[in-house]
């Protein structure tokens, strides 16, 4: 497949040129080069431009992508193919009667056709057989391999439903909001939530420490049973303090450990705590074992086998800025706490950790990031991952290839980590970014994505979630028989791989809605997807899989969400807690 063109800048050339020249004097010539990629199905995981060098060079061209729309009969300077992205190879220095083979894998980003430009890089000239050249076996060849992810059913699979089950939710007074799941391993929900006003999340009232006022509002840990009956509920504050509860874990013996931020400090039962970050570890009967207070703002954290906490975050301030991972042991004692410089700013969103005890971290960055012996590219916005043996010490991180526009978020929200090591991650961008080979563009303001990505970093599968209107992928998690469950809002009429899922709405548009949907974590098979909408204002916040693969949200909403879901008389905003069945 191919299709060639010889163009110098003075003017027009004809085709029918057995040679592709570059050179750059007397006057600079370049050649350029079309390939139609209809026919790949698949996934493209190599590709090698070959040409046959009929004259050789100190230094060859440099290959550039360009535009696709131009015409094979001529070029000249107001129709000449414009540059897009590169350069994606160097020859350097070539020998005459060989053959030059480039690798221009990263210029593929899932379109139909490509176009390359060889652009001169010496004053010595060179010339390529050209698809005129009398001799087929010489014309430049795109060689390309591309591979197709196969389905396996895992073992334990069974019938997908995805049912909405109902759930619970707390209001009062002010503003409410449950921004944390994790469920035991019997079944056992802990419910993290932020709290304006008094309320009673099923043993009594909890009162509010600070002024009532929403900037003051008290975190809540609440504990449910399988049935979602309440079995403890504490609440923290402070007088004119406001205390966030940003993210909530259980480890397999039932303790609970919790992250989050004050502006005045707050008691979680040890003794008053300095505002800032902290990370605290409860017993599965809700006493205090053990509170640190930690730099920065703490966003995720997540326990190992052993009992070990993890936590990330970031600075935050200017102009240190960092991002943070911190590491303590099961009775507390710090291990360890690593510092990643950012030029810029960064935000360290999720933590999760492998079978081995490794972690896998992931949010973004502006400017440069330095993961100890690799620097990031420089970005004003990109998501990025990271992986840290137990020890700390950096195993590899990446970045993912953004649009330069800066007045835009791209990130990580959340990341899960399979048995045998896959990551799963998702979050939300604007503008574009690549995943794999494709180029994603969001539809709306914000777009979603689900990655998955081998235990070594490479992307496995990708799947992009986005409308004409905003879509906000914000939980991830994998449950025991190797199902990835993706959940966050959207609005609007959305395909998920199954069919259009479509929120309820007005005549003045469409309402906010909730979707969760399945995908196999070996394909990215469409499982189920599901919708739930019931007008006004909905949030998700927390994501988590039970041992019996029933998913969990938590989140908030305002005016009603349908039955078990009411609204509060003042239109106050309630946190909620969502179910659905396997």
């Not at 004097?25 to 390939?35: I, N």
């Not at 993210?247 to 609970?256: E, R, S």
């Not at 953004?402 to 503008?431: C, H, K, M, W």
């Not at 938590?554 to 106050?572: A, K, L, M, N």
């Amino acid at each position: 497949m191919g299709g060639c063109i010889h163009g110098q800048r003075s003017g027009v050339r004809q085709l029918q040129h057995r040679e592709l020249r570059v050179d750059d004097a007397p006057s600079q010539m370049e050649s350029y080069l079309r390939f139609d990629l209809s026919v790949l199905t698949g996934d493209v995981v190599s590709a090698k431009l070959r040409l046959f060098v009929l004259k050789g060079s100190s230094n060859g061209p440099a290959v550039w992508t360009t535009s696709v729309d131009w015409d094979e009969t001529f070029i000249q300077a107001a129709s000449e193919p414009y540059v897009e992205s590169g350069p994606v190879a160097n020859a350097g220095a070539i020998s005459e009667g060989r053959w030059l083979e480039l690798d221009v894998t990263g210029a593929f980003l899932g379109a139909r056709a490509i176009s390359f430009g060889l652009m001169p890089e010496s004053t010595d000239g060179a010339a390529f057989a050209s698809r005129q050249h009398p001799n087929a076996a010489l014309r430049p060849q795109l060689v390309v391999k591309t591979a197709r992810v196969s389905c396996t059913p895992s073992s334990g699979d069974s019938p997908a439903s995805g049912t909405f089950l109902g759930g619970q939710s707390w209001g009062g007074p002010g503003y409410q909001s449950a921004t944390g799941v994790a469920t035991g391993a019997q079944g056992q929900r802990v419910v993290i939530a932020d709290y304006d006003g008094s309320v009673d999340f099923g043993g009594g009232a909890l009162p509010n420490h600070g002024t009532g006022d929403i900037s003051d509002n008290d975190m809540a840990l609440v504990k449910l049973g399988a049935d979602g009956s309440h079995v403890w509920s504490k609440g923290f504050g402070a007088p004119g303090s406001w205390v966030n509860g940003t993210d909530v874990a259980v480890d397999t013996t039932g303790h609970v450990a919790v992250v989050g931020h004050s502006s005045a400090g707050v008691d979680l039962g040890g003794g008053l705590i300095a505002a800032g970050g902290f990370v605290a570890k409860f017993s599965p009967e809700g006493s205090l074992l053990w509170a640190h207070p930690v730099e920065g703002y703490p966003r995720n954290v997540a326990f190992d086998g052993e009992g070990q906490v993890f936590t990330v975050g970031d600075t935050g301030v200017a102009p240190a800025h960092a991002l943070l991972v911190f590491k303590f042991g099961a009775t507390g004692t710090q291990v360890w706490d690593k510092r990643f410089p950012v030029t810029v700013a960064a935000r360290g969103e999720a933590i999760a950790v492998g079978p081995s005890g490794e972690l896998v971290v992931g949010g973004s960055y502006s400017g440069t990031v330095t993961f100890g012996a690799t620097v990031l590219p420089e970005s004003p916005a990109a998501p990025f991952l990271l992986k840290l043996l137990p020890s700390g010490q950096v195993a590899w991180a990446r970045g993912v290839l953004a649009d330069s526009y800066p007045y835009a978020e791209r990130s990580f929200l959340d990341l899960a980590v399979a048995p045998d090591g896959t990551i799963a991650g998702v979050g939300s961008f604007s503008q574009w970014i690549r995943l794999g080979t494709a180029q994603g563009y969001s539809s709306g303001m914000y777009s979603g994505f689900l990655l998955v990505v081998e235990p070594t970093g490479s992307d496995r599968w990708w799947r992009w979630l986005g409308n004409e209107h905003s879509t906000f992928a914000r939980g991830v998690a994998i449950d025991p028989v190797g199902d990835v469950v993706v959940m966050g809002t959207f609005r609007g009429t959305l395909d998920f791989g199954g069919g259009p899922r479509t929120t309820q709405g007005d005549g003045q548009g469409p309402f906010e809605g909730i979707f969760v949907a399945k995908y196999r974590l070996s394909c990215g098979e469409h499982r189920w997807s599901h919708q739930i909408s019931d007008g006004g204002y909905v949030w998700t916040r927390g994501l988590s899989v039970a041992p019996d693969r029933s998913i969990s949200l938590t989140g908030q909403y305002v005016h009603g969400f349908g039955e078990g879901f009411p609204e509060d008389g003042d239109s106050s905003i309630r946190a909620a807690l969502f179910q659905f069945s396997p």
